[in-house]
């Protein structure tokens, strides 16, 4: 029993093969980004708009932690050296 069979004969190895084609190159067409830049540029816009609109709501919160680690910090110091 030979079970190298297909290695005798090449001629027939080389039909069972499958030919393959070379692949094609596709270029794609160019499109309008016209619509993509106006959305990008209306969702900053409503970005900046919002984030302006939110500084004075959190502004309220911030200025009492600034005041209190200020003042903290100030008598820590004059309890350390006193």
């Known amino acids: 029993m030979n079970f190298n069979s297909?290695?005798?004969?090449p001629e027939k190895q080389n039909e069972s093969c499958i030919k393959t084609e070379k692949p094609v190159r596709v270029i794609p067409e160019k499109k309008s980004y016209g619509n993509e830049r106006l959305s990008r540029y209306v969702l900053l816009g409503l970005l900046t708009i919002s984030a302006i609109a939110f500084i004075p709501l959190i502004s309220i919160f911030i200025e009492?932690?600034?005041?209190?680690t200020a003042f903290a910090v100030l008598f820590t110091l004059f309890f350390r050296v006193c």
């Open 6 to 9: 297909q290695s005798q004969n």
């Open 64 to 68: 009492p932690l600034v005041l209190a």
